[in-house]
């Protein structure tokens, strides 16, 4: 009976996805005449034709927002929008402030449940602010720990990337075309970087401006030092093929430096687990059977 069922629910199964693929290009055809239709309709939407999240949830993470900005008043606005594009998010700065405020205060009420019902008022107040500061603390670490690992992806991928560059200004093209280039061959946070910097000069920002957006928005040294580069050669009519060359050159030693640098760091850092976790193993492992042997003469 159970396999019967099965065979049935199978076969409809399959009937369901046939149906769907025959009939799917006379959906695409009816679905694109209705949007050719609509063109030119502008559709005013009243307030309750608007998604959920702008009716509520938007004008709710004001409050929470607002109670992080007064906390913390050298935090401003643009700097948490600067710190979010680091990272490499689209969130806005009002909803991460809303999620700090708002962790803060839903920490400090589970925590003051919590510690009631474990103890006193003292210990619902002492975990309640924990759990506070917890909440108020989790989304900047996590935002700048985010920050941290895509700054350290665009360092490692600096050097390549200079390469193209400067093959590509040596093949005879433009520095917009070459970072084109790099958009088109290349993936990862740098070749996001470069697109966000190429569509502002496209819109009308100066390379100059762009490229410094740029640089504030990453913060790695080797990418400073590339900027600066760029425009003193820019400013003063040097060869930018060669100076991308050396640019390139010098982003790839910094690299194995700071690769040679942490490989030196490891036996170090080692150290600390090693003596934790293995060491008292091993003294178990070599003095328990000893131990074993002295406490049985002294007990015979």
Known sequence: M???VLAFACVSGAAYFAAEIA???????????????????AVIRGSEDKPFRERVLQPLS???AALALRFSPRTTVEAVSLKLISAGLSTPPQTFLAFKGG????????????????????????VGLMLAVLGWTLPE?????????RREQIRAALPDSLDVLAVSVEAGLGFDAAITKITEHIEGPLSDEFALTLGEMRVGESRVDALRKMEQRVGAPELTSFVRAVIQADQLGISLG??????????????QATAEEKAMKAPIKMLFP???????????????????????????
């Open 2 to 4: 159970i396999l019967l």
């Open 23 to 41: 009939t799917g290009p006379a959906r695409a055809r009816r679905a694109a005449i209705a949007r050719a239709a609509s063109y030119g309709r």
């Open 62 to 64: 004001a409050y929470p």
């Open 103 to 126: 962790g803060a205060v839903g920490g400090l009420v589970f925590g003051l449940v919590v510690g009631g019902g474990i103890g006193g008022a003292g210990v619902a107040l002492l």
């Open 141 to 149: 670490y996590v935002v700048g720990a985010r920050a941290r690992t």
């Open 242 to 255: 060669r100076i991308l060359r050396v640019q390139a050159t010098d982003s790839r030693n910094k690299r």
């Open 274 to 300: 090693t003596a934790l976790f293995i060491f008292p193993a091993m003294f178990i492992v070599i003095l328990g059977p000893a131990m074993i042997h002295v406490l049985s003469i002294f007990s015979g």
